[in-house]
């Protein structure tokens, strides 16, 4: 990509409307060769961003999900013991009695047994887009883990050899910053903030990803979700709730959004009991803008 205008454009073809800030963050991810940290609220696009990148860029999208208690084993590789175990088995039978043990155990560690976790997959496969999704999740261990394979763009696997990208991936890891990521991790990276879109962006949006919505519509759902936004709520709504509850709209036939259709669709937008019950008592404040 020669410019990032020319990479807002591509990913303006595969359906996501990048900002300036955006397109510039990951024009310079790629060009610099450099993972990318994308932190934000839930559902202002970090995820999205990973995925169009690897259709914009025509390469495979690898996620590695981020959860408490995730080691660098679950994400990086095992071994198919069952297997291993079936072909023991078969060169004890073969051997007769006389199996060596030292063939059969190099037998046991090689290519055909070795299950490539995301990142050994990212490593092998690259060029490709890794993502590495909210790892505020994941425990500092595997942070101080990560950042070694980030490095170096390779790993080793002990009863198989080094492993290392011929082109390194291209990683965006998100955090939607229910913890603090370590400063080594961020400095490894470049950094960038995602907002939730303004009005105008967002309205673009729904029109891109819901091509039959009417200007009203979708300007009565945009403007009462950025309303939802600023209320006190448990879970404030994101794009994706944003575009759930104008398909919601649409499916049921309506061309406006009043307080009767936005009663019986508020479960499209908001995803706790305590907020929707909140909202359904005020939907003409909602509503009136």
Known sequence: MPSPQDLAATLDGVGY?????????AFLALRMRRPLFCEGEPGTGKTSLATSLAQALGV???????????DATQALYDWDFPRQLLHLRALE????????????????YTERFLIARPLLRALREAPCVLLVDEIDRADDEFEAFLLEVL??????????GEVRADVAPLVVLTSNRT????????????????????????????RRRLPGIGDRLATQVA??????????????????ETID?????????????????????????????????RVRGDLDRLLAG
């Open 179 to 206: 913890r603090e990521v370590h400063d080594a991790l961020k400095r490894r990276c470049l950094y960038h903030w995602l907002e939730h879109p303004d009005l105008t962006r967002e309205i673009q949006i729904l």
């Open 60 to 70: 495979p999208l690898i996620r590695l999900q981020c959860h408490e208690g995730l």
């Open 245 to 277: 509850w104008a398909e919601a709209l649409l499916a049921l036939g309506r061309t406006e959004l009043d307080a009767a259709s936005a009663a019986v669709t508020l479960g499209a937008v908001l995803k706790y009991r305590e907020d929707a019950d």
């Open 223 to 240: 403007g009462a979700v950025r309303r939802l936004r600023t209320a006190e709520l448990l879970k404030p709504p994101g794009v994706a």
């Open 93 to 108: 039978a073969a051997s007769d009695g006389q199996l060596d043990a030292d063939m059969a155990e190099q037998s046991l």
């Open 17 to 25: 409307l990048a900002d300036e800030g955006v397109a510039t963050a």
């Open 151 to 160: 490095s170096e763009n390779a790993v080793t696997v002990p009863e198989f």
